[in-house]
Structures are given as structure tokens and as C-alpha cells.
């Protein structure tokens, strides 16, 4: 389908059923509560991270992008670190290093709620936290909560826990629920290395000869 001159046919019926069901009013309700949502995110972060692209009146559009080069300068904490941070608190992270390298591009969207858009500013802001404890020396630039992010229930189960921190501010940060706690399966792989070193991970197949 990618040879097609019009791209994958699947996707345009969901396109047009979401116009259709939507309507005229609904579009235009949706565009005005996504940037509203954008611009009350960047606000409440402005204070925490430089955001890019703002317009003569300090607005953004629809997504706001905060800038996070100024802090791996500083501290060596990068976009992928607060990524791998963000799954402590139970999010998906952003989009990464699009449109700008080293940035997180932030779009709500229409479909968040004032409490989930909170959630995550406040997630953010404790993660900005996090970091100025790196700035100030009291975690070191390679053994912190962001580099060893995220943190799986096989991380607390060990007995011999080595890490300048606590089980709970790996695993509960800013007081996450202990009921509602999303765990992640696997602590950090290879990612663009394991895209550009393949191998194969089949055992070898026995030989038997008569």
C-alpha cells in the first residue's frame, strides 16, 4: 500500500467518519480545546523548562515544546531520560526530538481531562526537581532516578538495593498510587543500537547425523 498514489486506503474512512461525526461544530470545538489545553500546559511549565515557538503574546498552537538542551549541558539528563522518567508516573511519553533535536513535543490534544493535564504537569515539575538535585550535586550525573528510569517491580525486589535513593521515589514518585500503579515490564534496552546491530537470537539448531 505504500506504492499506492494515494497512500493506505484504510486510513481515509476513519478520517471522513471523524469529520462526518464531528461536524462543523465539533471540529471547531475541538481545534479551540486542544490549543486551550496546549497553552495551559505551557504556561504552568514555562516557569520549569524554556518553551520554543511561543508567538508575540507568549501563545503556542496546538502543541507546545519544551526545550531540554540547556539541562544535558548541565546535568547530562537528556529527552530519553525524562521519557524513561515519565513511565514511572504511569505516562507515555511525548513525541521526542521532533520537531527540534532534544526537545519533547507536548500535544494534548481534545481529549484530556483538567485532572490528567495536572497529572502530568505535575509529574513534569517533580522530574525538574529531580534534576536540580543532580545540578546541585546531590545525585550524581550517572546513578539518579532519570538515568536508571523506569523502574520495574523486579527493581524493588532486590535485597541488595545499591541506589543513592529510595524504593519509593524509584518506584512512587510524588506520591503515586500504590493501588493504580503502572509497572514497567523491562528496564531500558538497547533502542538505535539494536536497530543498527542486528543479530540473531536463535539458539543454534543441533545437527544430528546418522
Known amino acids: 500500500m505504500s506504492a499506492a498514489p494515494w497512500g493506505s486506503a484504510g486510513i481515509l474512512p476513519i478520517t471522513w467518519m471523524y469529520i462526518t461525526m464531528m461536524g462543523a461544530e465539533g471540529l471547531r470545538k475541538a481545534t479551540v480545546v486542544a490549543i486551550l489545553n496546549a497553552n495551559y500546559m505551557a504556561q504552568k511549565l514555562s516557569a520549569h523548562f524554556p518553551v520554543l515557538y511561543t508567538g508575540q503574546n507568549g501563545m503556542v498552537a496546538h502543541e507546545c515544546i519544551i526545550d531540554l538542551r540547556p539541562l544535558k549541558q548541565s546535568t547530562g539528563v537528556t529527552d530519553e531520560d525524562i521519557a524513561k522518567r515519565l513511565m514511572d508516573f504511569g505516562f507515555h511519553a511525548p513525541t521526542m526530538s521532533f520537531p527540534v533535536p532534544g526537545t519533547l513535543m507536548i500535544e494534548p490534544t481534545e481529549s484530556e481531562s483538567r485532572a490528567e493535564l495536572d497529572r502530568f504537569i505535575d509529574a513534569m515539575i517533580h522530574i525538574r526537581e529531580e534534576i536540580a538535585a ?36 524509584a518506584a512512587f514518585p510524588a506520591g503515586q498510587d500504590t493501588v493504580d500503579k503502572f509497572w514497567p515490564c523491562v528496564n531500558r534496552v538497547d533502542n538505535a543500537f539494536g536497530d543498527r546491530n542486528l543479530f540473531c537470537a536463535r539458539q543454534p539448531s543441533k545437527i544430528f547425523s546418522k
Open 134 to 169: 543532580i545540578e546541585a550535586g546531590d545525585f550524581s550525573r550517572e546513578d539518579n532516578p532519570l538515568k536508571n528510569a523506569p523502574h520495574t517491580l523486579e527493581d524493588l525486589l532486590e535485597e541488595d538495593w545499591q541506589r543513592p535513593y529510595g524504593k519509593r521515589q
